[in-house]
C-alpha cells in the first residue's frame, strides 16, 4: 500500500535558521513527489515535482531532493514568511491518477 | 487569473439535509478531484474525474456523489450529511495526470450538526 510519512510534525526555527523537512515514501513505482505549502485557512500551493532518484529543484530559500526511499524539503536561512505547513504527496503507477498526502510539517519562523 | 473556484467557503447545516457544494476551474484542466482534510490525517481523496463524465472513487468516497458533465465543474454532492462528514473540503483541479501538480480552491468549511 502507497504511503507518506512526514517529520517532524511541527518545527520552530528562527530567522536565519537552517533546516530540513523529511517525506518517507512507499510507493509501488514511482510517477512524482510533490511537494506544496499550505497557508493557514488555504488550499495548499503547488512548489515542485520530483520524478527520480536524484533530482533536485530549488525556489528562493526552498530546495527539495528526492532518493528512493524519502525526500527533503531543505529551507536555508528562513524568514518568519516561510512559516506555514508543507505537504508532501506521492502519485504512484497504480494504474489511477492518486495522489497519497502526508500529514504534512507545521513550519514556524521566529522573528 | 488561473484559479479554482468553491462555493461556498462556510456552510453550516443539520444532519440529513442535501448539500452541493460548487467547484469551477478555467484552465481548461481535463482532471478534477475532491479531498477532505482533518486533523492528523491529512488530504484524502473522496473521488476524482479524467475528463467529462468520467469519475471515479477515491479512498474515502462513502456518503458522497458527484458529476463531470461540463469540462469546468465539478460538484460535490452529500445526500443526507451526518456529523462525520464535518471538515474542511477542497477541490483541485490539474492538466494531466502523471506529474502535474494540483491548482487547489480555497476550501470549504463544512459543520454538519
Known amino acids: 500500500e502507497d504511503q507518506v510519512t512526514q517529520s517532524p510534525e511541527a518545527l520552530r526555527l528562527q530567522e536565519g535558521e537552517s533546516s530540513s523537512l523529511n517525506c518517507s515514501y512507499t510507493?509501488?513505482?514511482?510517477?512524482?513527489l510533490f511537494w506544496y505549502r499550505q497557508d493557514p485557512g488555504k488550499g495548499p500551493e503547488f512548489l515542485f515535482t520530483?520524478?527520480?532518484a536524484g533530482e533536485e529543484k530549488e525556489k528562493e530559500r526552498l530546495k527539495a531532493t528526492l532518493t528512493k526511499k524519502e525526500s527533503f524539503l531543505h529551507i536555508t536561512a528562513p524568514k518568519p514568511e516561510d512559516s506555514a505547513t508543507y505537504l508532501c504527496?506521492?502519485?504512484?503507477?497504480?494504474?489511477?491518477?492518486?495522489?497519497?498526502f502526508g500529514t504534512g510539517t507545521r513550519l514556524k519562523v521566529l522573528a | 487569473e488561473a484559479q479554482v473556484t468553491q462555493n461556498p467557503r462556510y456552510l453550516i447545516t443539520v444532519t440529513g439535509k442535501k448539500l452541493t457544494v460548487t467547484c469551477s476551474q478555467n484552465?481548461?484542466?481535463?482532471?478534477m478531484s475532491w479531498y477532505r482534510q482533518d486533523p492528523g490525517l491529512g488530504l484524502r481523496q473522496i473521488y476524482y474525474?479524467?475528463?467529462?463524465?468520467?469519475?471515479d472513487k477515491g479512498d474515502v468516497p462513502e456518503g458522497y456523489k458527484v458529476s463531470r458533465k461540463e469540462k469546468r465543474n465539478f460538484p460535490l454532492i452529500l445526500e443526507s450529511p451526518s456529523p462525520n462528514q464535518t471538515s474542511l473540503y477542497f477541490c483541485?483541479?490539474?492538466?494531466?495526470?502523471?506529474?502535474?501538480?494540483?491548482?487547489f480552491g480555497s476550501g470549504t468549511r463544512l459543520t454538519v450538526v
Open positions: 483541485a483541479s490539474s492538466a494531466g495526470g502523471a506529474g502535474y501538480g494540483y491548482t
Open positions: 510507493v509501488s513505482g514511482l510517477r512524482g
Open positions: 520530483l520524478y527520480s
Open positions: 504527496a506521492v502519485q504512484g503507477r497504480s494504474g489511477t491518477y492518486k495522489y497519497i
Open positions: 484552465m481548461n484542466h481535463e482532471y
Open positions: 474525474s479524467m475528463n467529462v463524465e468520467v469519475t
